[in-house]
Nanobody, 122 residues
């Protein structure tokens, strides 16, 4: 089993920044993918960003069009986390954000965080 623990989130004004962090522990496979998703009230959960890594490399992040150029996903090797740096936040970014882990070779995300609220005020 894999435990996925998320931290960060909070309140921020439009145009501001927040940084989310996610750590996966347990039976981690050597090649992994971590994704960020969000769900706004009344909306379906949507993909935000993802990155894959091993102990030797980290891949380039992929992003939804709605956050591209504003959000950056990165692997922090020192902290053993995957972070989501969110800049130029907009009210429409308000949602519960989740991180999720999967083995790179499988199609579906396997383990999910508890979620954290991100609220962007106008």
């Amino acid at each position: 089993q894999v435990q996925v623990v998320e931290s960060g989130g909070g309140l921020v004004q439009a145009g501001g920044s927040l940084r989310l962090s996610c750590a996966a522990s347990g039976s981690i496979f050597s090649i992994s993918t971590m994704g960020w998703f969000r769900q706004a009230p009344g909306k379906e959960r949507e993909f935000v960003a993802a990155i894959s890594w091993s102990d030797r490399w980290s891949g380039v992040g992929t992003y939804s069009d709605s956050v591209k150029g504003r959000f950056t996903i990165s692997r922090d090797n020192a902290k053993n986390t995957v972070d989501l740096q969110m800049n130029s936040l907009k009210p429409e970014d308000t949602a519960v954000y989740y991180c999720a882990y999967k083995r790179m070779v499988v199609a579906e995300y396997e383990y999910w965080s508890q979620g954290t609220q991100v609220t962007v005020s106008s």
